[in-house]
């Protein structure tokens, strides 16, 4: 799947997209199943425009995709966006699973 | 056991590990007091940890470097924030140069260590960790990794290539 023009997700580009509500509710949504632009305008108190705005900060922070569809836009979840974030902290955590082994055994020796 | 939980949060970069020890909190709090302890456990056994500075009050810092298996050397600093013996501290952790100068756009983690007692001289250790960038998180895996964690980075390999691709 093509992200962007091939950078790795921008994480402050991440953050500035998450921080507004209505854009985490569009990203949660669209993680399942896709929606038309439209479909989605329907959904809240706010005009089309207003929705392809937020929908277009999504699509810069690589969280979603947008592909055109006959008349309609259609968005989707764009998994890979958060998949990065994913694999690195899998990697951190397994670093501190492996600290809490050491500890394990610095605090049985010093037991003993 | 003493992995209890481990919580990560994608949107806010952020990882929750918690881990209960056999131990006492004022011994718990000892591993991150004393710089010979903490050498022990903080770099993973490939790239152990080496503290030359640790003066462990509020507003106090650290200076520490890993040796890696080819004997390179990565440094980092650790500024703490909150320091209240035995239950809870508070510090940022970056990346040096070569002098031992914080490299700023790298960026810091932001840590919340607190221990509590969990019942028949036990210790529950919470460590909050929050980054500010993939790349200061990735940086840190590239030292001393593990099997587990190549697993975790030829993954990203596969990510990144795939994002690559026109």
Do not use: C
């Amino acid at each position: 799947m093509v992200v962007d023009q091939g950078s790795a997700p921008d994480i402050d580009k991440v953050f500035q997209a998450l921080a507004d509500s209505t854009r985490r509710d569009i990203v949660s949504r669209v993680a399942t199943s896709e929606f038309s632009v439209s479909g989605l305008a329907s959904l809240y108190a706010m005009s089309f425009a207003a929705v392809q705005k937020h929908v277009a900060v999504l699509e810069r922070a690589s969280l979603v995709t947008k592909e055109k569809r006959g008349r309609e836009q259609i968005v989707r979840g764009n998994h890979e966006g958060l998949a990065k974030a994913r694999s690195l902290l899998d990697g951190y955590e397994a670093l501190w699973r492996q600290r809490a082994g050491l500890i394990v055994d610095l605090l049985n020796e010093k037991q003993a | 056991m003493a992995v209890i939980s481990s919580t990560k949060n994608l949107e806010a970069l952020s990882l929750t590990f918690v881990a209960e020890f056999d131990a006492a909190v004022d011994r718990v709090w000892e591993i991150w007091q004393d710089p010979r302890q903490l050498e022990r456990w903080w770099g993973p056994p490939t790239w152990p940890a080496t503290f030359e500075d640790h003066d462990f009050v509020a507003g106090g810092t650290a200076s520490y470097y890993m040796t890696g298996p080819d004997g390179e050397k990565a440094r980092g600093w650790w500024r703490f924030t909150a320091v209240d013996a035995p239950n809870r501290l508070e510090f940022d952790d970056g990346f040096a140069d070569d002098r031992g100068e914080p490299v700023a756009e790298m960026g810091t983690t932001h840590a919340v260590v607190t221990l509590e007692h969990a019942g028949d001289g036990r210790t529950r250790m919470t460590v909050h960790s929050i980054f500010e960038s993939e790349d200061q998180l990735e940086k840190m895996l590239e030292m001393g990794m593990e099997e587990g964690l190549k697993e975790a980075m030829s993954q990203i390999d596969g990510i990144l290539a795939e994002q690559r691709r026109p």
